[in-house]
């Protein structure tokens, strides 16, 4: 009996690891689709901007009160984008610290057993 009783906790720790690490590279990857999305929408004001810039150089009339927006637009999401990249990072920097540290843990357990 003792074995089935092993037997079913280890598939738990199994599954515990398992939940855990889908957990985080779904945090990943919804924070890179935030990324995206902010990137897609930055383009967009470039080409918002691009063409205010074209009819005012081609036109001679000012388009200053349309452009400001779009700059400050571009502003916000620029910071955002850089904001999200940082925050991208640090995730992925303390999987890997993470990580690090089990190893580190699991090695030190085996030595530990071996003395």
Known sequence: MANWNEIRESAKRTATKAIHKTSELVDVASMQIKLKSL???RNTQYQLLGKLTYRQLKSGESQ???IAPVVAELDSLLEQIRAQVAEIEAAKKAREEKKQAEKEA???AEENTEA
Request: glycine residues 0%; neutral net charge.
């Open 39 to 41: 990137e897609s929408k």
């Open 64 to 66: 200053a009160e349309k």
């Open 106 to 108: 699991k090695e030190t």
